[in-house]
């Protein structure tokens, strides 16, 4: 890998949240934790330069790789057809913003597996899972705190906006940990390895939009009660109070403390007064 790098005179970037993997022991790691089939379909989001790709095309799996570098994209083939040829076939590599791509530009992926971006990295799991209801599952390696975010159950500091909306998608848990020395440049801190497998869109008379709205409102600030916190959402203060206590919640509760259905509650009985009112 510094070898690749050396010969295309590049260096990882904080700007693109690069921190290279490599050691191949964690790469074998993260697609055992994975599954990773032979007739996976594979969605990774930020190659590099192709670690964990070679180890993932050495399961025998398709594996779409979506890299925002135009240098190292442009390397990645070179690198597989060198190390991996009898699997260079298994390879595409798109040249893109993975908060851009669609689902016309990628055939249904089965699984997500990425050392991901650490500046993006929680946009681009929940975006991916969105617009690919294909993928079942994966294993993605990001900083370990927003490791820790992305798992965190109702009552501790950790939880917040990713843990709820991940949530949303899948069933999630912290898989193993990682340290600064698979990587180049090391970084300043230990990275998490998060497994997840999807899940069936909760059962809800509100949009994820208007539930999402609802989450994004009460963990603002987070230190407010709700009844503060979904003031600006509800209308007032007043409003919100009323709102909360139709859909079951206490108004002094903080966003903190509820789970995921709670919050589903409470866009129920913000939509429902909505449409009420309007019938007015």
Known sequence: MRAIAAMLDIRPTKTLGQNFVIDANTCRRIVRLAGVQESDHVLE????????????LSQGA???AVEIDQVLAGE???TIERF????FKNLRVITADALKVTN????????????????VSVPVLLTMLEIFPTIRGGVVMVQAEV????????????YGIPSLKLAWWSRSEKVGSVGPSVFWPAPRVDSGLVSFTRVAPPKSAATREEVFAVIDQAFAQRRKTLRAALSGWA???????EILRSAGVSPQARGEELELEAF??????????AKESSKV
């Not at 991996?84 to 699997?87: E, G, I, L, Q």
């Open 264 to 273: 589903i509650r409470i866009a129920e009985a913000g939509a429902g007064e």
């Open 62 to 64: 398709r594996v779409t």
């Open 104 to 119: 016309a530009e990628i055939s249904e992926p089965t699984l997500l597996v990425a050392n991901l971006p650490y500046n």
């Open 84 to 87: 991996a040829a009898p699997v």
């Open 76 to 78: 990645l083939p070179k």
């Open 235 to 241: 209308g007032s203060a007043i409003r919100s109070e």
């Open 45 to 56: 989001v930020g190659p590099g330069l192709g670690s964990l790709t070679l180890a993932l």
């Open 147 to 158: 490791a820790d975010r992305l798992v965190a159950s109702p009552g501790g500091k950790e």
